[in-house]
C-alpha cells in the first residue's frame, strides 16, 4: 500500500519561504512523477510543479522561478522548496504520485497562508 505523507507548511509573511516534503512510503515498481498540485479556496486544483522518473521537472508559469521541486530517492521523499512567497500562493497543497503500478495517489494535503 503506497502512502503519501506531506509536511511543512504553515503562515509565512509575504516574500517569505517554506518547503513542503513527501515522503512516499510502499514499494513503487516504477515511478512516471511526482507532482505538486494546490487548491485555493473556492478555486479549482491547479497544477505547480512536476518531476518525472528521470528528473526532468515542470513548473505552473506562476511558481517558476520562485519554486523549485526536487526528490531524494534515499528518503523517498519530494520536496517544493517555495520562495518570495505571495498572497496568490495561499491554497492547500498535495503530493501527488502516478505510476504504472499503483496508479494515482494523493497525501491529505498541507494548508500553505502567506500572510502579513
Known amino acids: 500500500q503506497v502512502q503519501l505523507v506531506e509536511s511543512g507548511g504553515g503562515l509565512v509573511q509575504p516574500g517569505g519561504s517554506l518547503r513542503l516534503s513527501c515522503v512516499v512510503s510502499g514499494s513503487i515498481r516504477r515511478l512516471d512523477y511526482m507532482a505538486w498540485p494546490r487548491q485555493a479556496p473556492g478555486k479549482q486544483r491547479e497544477f505547480v510543479a512536476r518531476?518525472?522518473?528521470?528528473?526532468?521537472?515542470y513548473y505552473a508559469d506562476s511558481v517558476r522561478g520562485r519554486f523549485t521541486i526536487s526528490r531524494d530517492n534515499d528518503k523517498n521523499t519530494v520536496y517544493l522548496q517555495m520562495n518570495s512567497l505571495k498572497f496568490e500562493d495561499t491554497a492547500v497543497y498535495y503530493c501527488n504520485l502516478f505510476s504504472t503500478s499503483t496508479g494515482a495517489r494523493w497525501g491529505q494535503g498541507t494548508q500553505v497562508t502567506v500572510s502579513s
Open positions: 518531476i518525472t522518473g528521470g528528473g526532468y521537472t
